[in-house]
């Protein structure tokens, strides 16, 4: 459990999510990671579904570290797109995730993570950088643009 941690905590701290001196816990109780003593669950949406593709992901990096069975692919649906950012919504909270961890998620993925398959299914378009680095696939809704969707018709 302890080297799970480690490796989710390398992921966050990569993401721009915290730093380097945070303290990254799987909690037996209640089966889920705490970041510095705080429960996952009392984060905001955005903070929740970083921590989220982190554990996602660390349970990949994990699993092959130590030669467990994983199928070496994790799909991830709008990450980095909260409800609050769709809705922006007057006189409540802001839980959206910052424009420099949103980089940092895309950036940290398209150069480390070159043994595994990850998709993500986004909204926020990564950098012409990252493109050139992944298999980046726009869907556009409409079929004479791009690509419509996920699953041809």
């Known amino acids: 459990i302890v080297q799970f941690s480690e490796i989710v905590k390398k992921i966050l ?3 721009n999510f915290i730093d380097d001196k945070s303290k990254v816990e799987f909690d037996k109780q209640n089966k889920d990671l705490s970041v510095d003593g ?3 669950e009392l984060f905001g949406k955005g903070a929740r579904a970083i921590i989220n593709s982190a554990f996602l992901i660390g349970l990949m990096q994990y699993c092959y570290n130590n030669r467990l069975c994983h199928p070496g692919v994790v799909i991830l649906d ?6 609050k ?3 922006n919504v007057a006189n409540e909270k802001d839980e959206s995730v910052g424009k ?19 998709i993500i299914f986004e909204n926020e378009e990564p950098t012409k950088e990252v493109k ?12 004479n ?7 041809p018709e």
């Open 13 to 15: 701290a990569s993401w």
């Open 38 to 40: 705080k429960n996952k």
């Open 78 to 83: 709008t990450p980095l797109t909260t409800f």
């Open 85 to 87: 950012e769709k809705d």
């Open 100 to 118: 420099d961890i949103k980089m940092a998620v895309y950036e940290n993925l398209s150069t480390t993570c070159r043994d595994y398959q990850i």
């Open 132 to 143: 050139s680095n992944i298999n980046y696939i726009h869907f556009s809704g409409n079929a």
């Open 145 to 151: 643009v791009d690509r419509k969707g996920f699953i």
